[in-house]
């Protein structure tokens, strides 16, 4: 019987885990974590490239990493279908397959487990596709481990548990297995890196990043939203680790699974990990958001790959354009997903009959701007107008969902 120790933690520590190294103070792992973050920054440590041991598309430029294949192993024809079909189209030389499928509610296909591993092994010798599972515990490791899996990724929910992290960590320590870590559900950039950060401890070198989109309060168009600034910042703090974009899940619809992955690779992400079903409305799980084999084939052939140049050879000018023209649509985005608040509000203030221009909020929100605005060298004149102009918009929102025909204008001047 194995056990494990965790250590209590004290008022104001986080984030500090003593699994593997029972006998360590909590001012050792700290230190601990700062001098792996020195060593990062000064190039000293390396996650290994990935074209060392991860293998790309054939029908993607050799700078891009894809990886296809169902949400869910359902049965071994489906999988074999799949695998089959993405191997003749030259779409992937990895399949990736759920075999253990936890559900937000119960009662739902949750995999099949260690029968899904024994078809996926066949299909391997048949293919010669890679194989890239799902785990959530030690357990899993070692059945992946017997049945000649390549790749193991590290689920959205399981990244947002330092336990279960490193219980994975431990397990992959010492073996071949390439592992790759989804963000967090939650928009937590340091949960994301203290995973990747764990992995290294356990000497872990063969690592990619997959950007998934994250569970916020926002109405997007989105099954999760997206929120590219904070994979942008992944990549800033851990630029030595491949990141590519998990357009499924961030979509939820197949028919924005294009715009999502063209968006990616323009953001200078590394690949993309795409769902592909033989029969995608009839698939078990994630139904809605998986593409056929053709559509996965036809999908890659129409984005326009933008290897990253020589950065001898870029043109100075057209690189801050581009990094502006980014800054523009996610501002846009930000704005839409604040209206789309407004819209809640205005539909309070209609059931609860309170005034739509309530000076004091206004007054509140402004202020706090100016005042940040200031911090970040913005002039006061600038967000005052900038702020105007949103909260102009907001008001005509919120008075479309109250259905009041006064023009906002004169609400204001009330």
């Keep these: 019987m194995e056990y494990k120790i965790y250590g209590v933690y004290c008022e104001g520590e986080k984030n500090i885990d003593l699994t593997t190294r029972p006998h360590i103070r909590v001012e050792e792992s700290q230190a601990l974590a700062q001098e792996l973050g020195k060593k990062v920054a000064s190039g000293e440590v390396h996650a290994k490239p990935w074209q060392a041991w991860l293998p790309s598309a054939p029908s993607a430029p050799s700078e891009y990493i894809v990886i296809s294949g169902p949400c869910s192993a359902e049965t071994e024809a489906q999988v074999r279908q799949a695998a089959h079909a993405l191997a003749s189209k030259n779409i992937t030389k990895i399949l990736r397959a759920g075999v253990w499928k936890p559900r937000t509610r119960a009662g739902g296909f949750e995999g099949n487990g260690v029968k899904a591993l024994e078809w996926l092994a066949n299909i391997k010798a048949e293919t010669g596709l890679q194989l ?13 481990l017997k049945y000649g899996v390549d790749i193991v990724w590290i689920g959205a929910r399981t990244t947002g548990n330092p336990f279960s992290v490193q219980e994975i960590a431990d397990a992959v320590r010492g073996t071949t297995l390439g592992v790759m870590v989804k963000n967090p559900i939650s928009p937590d950039l340091e949960l994301w890196i203290g995973a990747i950060e764990r ?23 989105y099954r999760n939203n997206p929120l590219w600034n904070l994979a942008l910042q992944f990549r800033a703090r851990l630029a030595h680790v491949p990141l590519i974009c998990d357009p499924s899940h961030i979509a939820g619809k ?33 139904a809605a958001q998986q593409l056929t084999p053709d559509a996965l084939a036809e999908l890659l052939s129409s984005l326009k790959w933008k290897p990253k140049p020589d950065s001898h050879e870029q043109d100075t000018l057209d690189r801050l354009r581009a990094a502006i023209d980014r800054l523009d649509e996610e501002f846009v985005e930000i704005m839409a997903a604040r209206m789309n608040l407004a819209r809640e509000i205005g539909m309070f203030k209609k059931l609860n009959r309170l005034e739509l221009y309530q000076p004091a909020r206004w007054k509140e929100v402004l202020e706090k701007r100016k005042a940040q605005g200031t911090k970040l060298s913005l002039s006061e004149a600038f967000i005052e107008q900038l702020y105007e102009y949103v909260h102009q918009e907001s008001l005509r929102v919120q008075s479309e969902v109250m259905g009041d025909p006064m023009p906002h204008q004169q609400k204001r001047a009330k």
């Design 199 to 221: 992995l290294y401890f356990a000497g872990i070198d063969k690592l990619v990043a997959i950007h998934r989109g994250f569970s916020t309060h926002e109405k997007t168009l």
């Design 132 to 144: 890239a599972v799902e785990v959530a515990t030690a357990e899993h490791v070692e059945a992946c």
């Design 254 to 286: 197949r028919e924005l699974v294009p715009a999502v992955a063209q968006k990616a690779i323009d953001l200078g992400m590394n690949g993309l990990m795409i769902e592909a079903h033989p029969c995608p409305t009839s698939a078990w799980t994630d």
